[in-house]
Antibody, heavy 120, light 107 residues
Framework: QVHLQESGPGLVKPSETLSLTCTIS????????WTWIRQPAGKGLECIGR???????DYNPSLKSRVTMSVDTSKNQFSLNVRSVTAADTAVYYC??????????????WGQGTLVTVSS | EIVLTQTPATLSLSPGERATLSCRAS??????LAWYQRKPGQAPRLLIY???KRATGIPARFSGSGSGTDFTLTISSLEPEDLAVYYC?????????FGQGTKLEIK
């Protein structure tokens, strides 16, 4: 069974960098897309970005200037950095796997999510 | 980016009743639409992909329909465990976008 687990600080100061890691168990990080999604309290889900280990990367244009995603295949992990955070970045952050369903990529396994609060 | 509007925001029904959840896209997304179920304290679960195809292990009481801009998730006969928030997702155009969700309450 595929399992994804987000980890990282639950509290980040304004203007600093938010860093999260997603650890995958039960499957290899290769051959899929991996996605970060977030949900601020009381608001909708927002795709932050996605990448494949073959090198393809897509960032949400609204966040592109502040976001970096990276992968460590030896640890079966991938990471998210969001620079220069503000209170608007306070949200539950999810990592998810995208797999091909009849040729189209859909997120099928998600982590439980981790709350990150931006506050001094 | 494409905006998905889900209606109703909240739906309250009794076990055995039929639930109809709607999702409307601001632009044509072909059939590149998925439905997810998120139960309290759990990770979202993929129910439907390509607008009408059930994901592995999803009960037959869940069905999806629609294409273009108007989509529907139908739960034919509600079970108490269907209590959840249901989201639609379009992956026709990047960035993928989600609807605001429909909260399904079981009376």
């Amino acid at each position: 069974q595929v399992h994804l687990q987000e980890s990282g600080p639950g509290l980040v100061k304004p203007s600093e960098t938010l860093s999260l890691t997603c650890t995958i168990s039960g499957d290899s990080i290769r051959s899929y897309y991996w996605t970060w999604i977030r949900q601020p309290a009381g608001k909708g889900l927002e795709c932050i970005g996605r990448f494949s280990t073959s090198g393809s990367t897509d960032y949400n244009p609204s966040l592109k200037s502040r976001v970096t995603m990276s992968v460590d295949t030896s640890k079966n992990q991938f990471s998210l950095n969001v620079r220069s955070v503000t209170a608007a970045d306070t949200a539950v952050y999810y990592c998810a796997r995208e797999a091909q369903y009849r040729g189209t990529w859909y997120a099928d396994y998600w982590g439980q999510g981790t709350l990150v609060t931006v506050s001094s | 980016e494409i905006v998905l509007t889900q209606t109703p925001a909240t739906l309250s029904l009794s076990p055995g009743e039929r639930a109809t959840l709607s999702c409307r896209a601001s632009q044509h997304v072909s059939s590149y639409l998925a439905w997810y179920q998120r139960k309290p304290g759990q990770a979202p679960r993929l129910l439907i992909y390509d607008a009408s195809k059930r994901a592995t292990g999803i009960p037959a009481r869940f069905s999806g329909s629609g294409s273009g801009t108007d989509f529907t998730l139908t739960i034919s006969s509600l079970e108490p465990e269907d209590l959840a928030v249901y989201y639609c997702l379009q992956r026709g155009y990047w960035p993928w976008t989600f609807g605001q969700g429909t909260k399904l309450e079981i009376k």
